[in-house]
Antibody, heavy 121, light 108 residues
Framework: EVQLVESGGGLVQPGRSLRLSCAASGFTFDDYAMHWVRQAPGKGLEWVSGISWNSGSIGYADSVKGRFTISRDNAKNSLYLQMNSLRAEDTALYYCAKGPAAVLRDYFDYWGQGTLVTVSS | EIVLTQSPGTLSLSPGERATLSCRASQSVSSSYLAWYQQKPGQAPRLLIY???SRATGIPDRFSGSGSGTDFTLTISRLEPEDFAVYYC?????????FGQGTKLEIK
């Protein structure tokens, strides 16, 4: 059974940093692209960032480019999102999501339950 | 980027009825790379349809997707009580991938 478990969320002041993690199990992690998708309270879904199976291809939404960094450790079956210079508009539930293949531009076949990031002073 | 517009914003129907949800793209979605998701309150989204018309694993056959180019439709043939939720479309034919704003399907 595919499981994606996010952690690392919390309350953080504007301008500060936070690192999210996603622990994956139930599938061969290094065969698939992985993504972060967020959902602001009461709002819709927004793709944040994605990384191909071997980290050779990485993409970011314009809203986070230059501030967020995605990475993965295939030996640890883990996905990460380093979030710097956080803003109030980054407040959201952050989901870890699995792509159905190794390529970056794709849909998402499994999702974690999310970790909440709140940016506020 | 491709903007997806879903309609209606809210759809009020009764169990047993047929639901038709629309997703319109601001430009053609290449190769019908369009997916549909269902999200219930407090839960993560669940993949229903990919490639515009292929059902994901374990999805009942009352869910069907159709369309191409800029116009796509999700149809639920006979609504079950558990189908009342928010539905999102997503295109993955162009970067960045984008989502529609959602259609809330509520019990009438």
């Amino acid at each position: 059974e595919v499981q994606l478990v996010e952690s690392g969320g919390g309350l953080v002041q504007p301008g500060r940093s936070l690192r999210l993690s996603c622990a994956a199990s139930g599938f061969t992690f290094d065969d698939y692209a992985m993504h972060w998708v967020r959902q602001a309270p009461g709002k819709g879904l927004e793709w944040v960032s994605g990384i191909s199976w071997n980290s050779g291809s990485i993409g970011y939404a314009d809203s986070v480019k230059g501030r967020f960094t995605i990475s993965r450790d295939n030996a640890k079956n883990s996905l990460y999102l380093q979030m710097n210079s956080l803003r109030a508009e980054d407040t959201a539930l952050y989901y870890c999501a699995k792509g159905p293949a190794a390529v970056l531009r794709d849909y998402f076949d499994y999702w974690g339950q999310g970790t909440l990031v709140t940016v506020s002073s | 980027e491709i903007v997806l517009t879903q309609s209606p914003g809210t759809l009020s129907l009764s169990p047993g009825e047929r639901a038709t949800l629309s997703c319109r793209a601001s430009q053609s979605v290449s190769s019908s790379y369009l997916a549909w998701y269902q999200q219930k309150p407090g839960q993560a989204p669940r993949l229903l349809i990919y490639g515009a018309s292929s059902r994901a694993t374990g999805i009942p056959d009352r869910f069907s997707g159709s369309g191409s180019g800029t116009d796509f439709t999700l149809t639920i043939s006979r609504l079950e009580p558990e189908d009342f939720a928010v539905y999102y479309c997503q295109q993955y034919g162009s970067s960045p991938v984008t989502f529609g704003q959602g259609t809330k399907l509520e019990i009438k």
